[in-house]
């Protein structure tokens, strides 16, 4: 059964969610608190965390960080806040995505399900055992062996950041739009550009030598992102 | 015709004034010049025609007297000529026939009657002053003044006053312009500190200690900031507690609502109606706060981004359940448009729910050009709207008389308000009008989205 972490500190809303969810069919745990959560995840690591933002203590991109740090759990944040400056922190700080309150469970669980399919083994494309290694200069990255390599040294991406780097190592030198990339990678017909934009970023900070100046994941003004060697 | 600024006005007020000032002063001052000098030449040649009038009249009262002999012992100079008419024949110096016509008759005929007289003719074209003195019944003298001179000073002196008045005007202006340069000053330190603010820039203030006589001007203005910034401020604030308030119960109840939904077949017929009610209306209710949270941001202007429309289009048809085929392309179209793409989905999404809801569901989603502005047209073959409507369904909270009528208005009644104010944020309009063949054209236009 699938393990949903929900840290929230209104417990109302995680009372109702913790119900839905586990209607749902998955096994649903609540923390009130980052801290409680934290704990949790490090004790028995749920396969996703919910995360609200605004939390009593630590807060929500404090906990983000900490539960980055330790592995990569997709994290989806659910907050009523939706300043682009929250949404651009909370992504940053390592959410896989960001959705407002109030979601519908059916989205909720659409979303669940479209981080799912992004595990790794569950790269699209060509069966996988035909490229083994996709090379771009020093990076090197092996699609069915979930593993990205600078230079010979491993890199730690996350799911979505290994899903965003070979869905754009499969189209190596074309150019993929923000709204192709959201469907691709994160299940959306038509979604918020922010979570490429972010998410292009963190990735470039992994796998570029000079993240300021990309040489390999570039940006077409207008256009969208291009792997290249 | 444009009404000139206020420094081109004051500046042109002054050059005309110091002009009309220097110009009088000028005249003046010219006229008062030339008559003294004129009365004084006329004093003098009047004196020298009596003394050389004596000695003519000396030299021929002899027998036999040599008239050209005495009129060239006269010392004249250069500027006079003196002219006897001794019975009924002219003598001059030399044989000058024209200096006897230059004498008017008129002059003549007074001094032949034994009074001296005094007249300004034109000599060749030039001008001079003729001096009569009656000598005898029969001789009469005559002295032809050149004024040359004298019109040559007048000229040099009518020159030098044309070129003060001209620098004095001159300077008027450039008084002007310096007045209004120092006076205007403050305006433009209020028009930079206004264009700040109308940027977004809430910390643009005037310095009121500047100038004493503006000090006013500047506190009020600087009043007038604060308070706009601080209700901004608060207006942002309350928009965001509202937002936070509203959105968490609402998550409750959305995910309270979709349990319920879940055990229908295990409720009685009047618990599962009374859920279907509740999970009916916080839907309502969601999409009614996500308006409104809209409707109270997007007086911004639009984000413009490079946005293929078409596909934009076709997921919000698919998005209603609508057939993508809907989407129409007019010729020479591109298909990626500068527009803010969360804008323009919500313009097609609430035209095409609009049309769903009130007009029977779109016929067609027509996507064309007018110049640079990107045109989006809606039709449907519904009842369309009535001419008095045409401007009130555009505001808020406002739904077609057809849901009334049927009492089901599912509708949040903001959905062309926000339709309108996406438009307006991309500098562009929404109307309706009727569709040839019966029902409603909704059409948008979106400026500067093509080039």
Known sequence: MTAVLVIEDDDRIRL????????????????ATAEEGLRAQRRDPADYVLVDLMLPGLDGFECIRQLRRDDDVPIVVVSARDDTHDIVAALEAGADDYLVKPVAIKELTARLRALRRRAR???VGPAPDAVPVLAFGELEISPDAGEVRRAGQPVAVTRTEFRLLCELAEHAGRVLSRQQLLQRVWGYDSGDERLVDVHVGRLRQKIEPDPATPRHLVTLRGLGYKLQR | MRRLGL?????ATFAVGALLLAASMALVSYELTRRSLIDERERTALRAAYFDATVVRAGIDTDTPDVVEVLRSLDTGGGRRP?????????GRNADPGITTAIPADLRRVVASGEPAVQRVLVDGQPALVVGVPLSPTATFFEVNSLRELEQTFDVLALALTTVAVLVAGSGAALGWYATRHGLRPLTAVADAAEKIAAGDFTARLDPATDPDLTRLSSSFNQMVDRLAHRIERDRRFAADVSHELRSPLQTLAAAASVLARRREHQDERTAIAAGLVADEIDRFQRLVNDLIDLARSDQPAHRAPVDVVALARDACHTLDLPASLVRLAPDVPVTWQVERRRVAQILANLLDNAVTYGGGPTTLLLSRDGGVGVIEVEDDGPGVPVEDREVIFDRFVRGRAAHTRGAGDGTGLGLALVAQHAAAHTGHVTVTDRPGGGARFRVTLPESLT
Do not use: Q, S
Not at chain 1, 16 to 31: P, S, T
Not at chain 2, 7 to 11: E, Q, S
């Open chain 2, 7 to 11: 420094r081109t006005r004051v500046i």
């Open chain 1, 16 to 31: 109702a969610l913790l119900l839905a969810l586990e209607d749902e069919g998955y096994d649903a745990l609540g923390a």
């Open chain 1, 121 to 123: 083994t569950g790269v």
């Open chain 2, 83 to 91: 002219v006897l008419h001794l019975n009924g024949e002219w003598y």
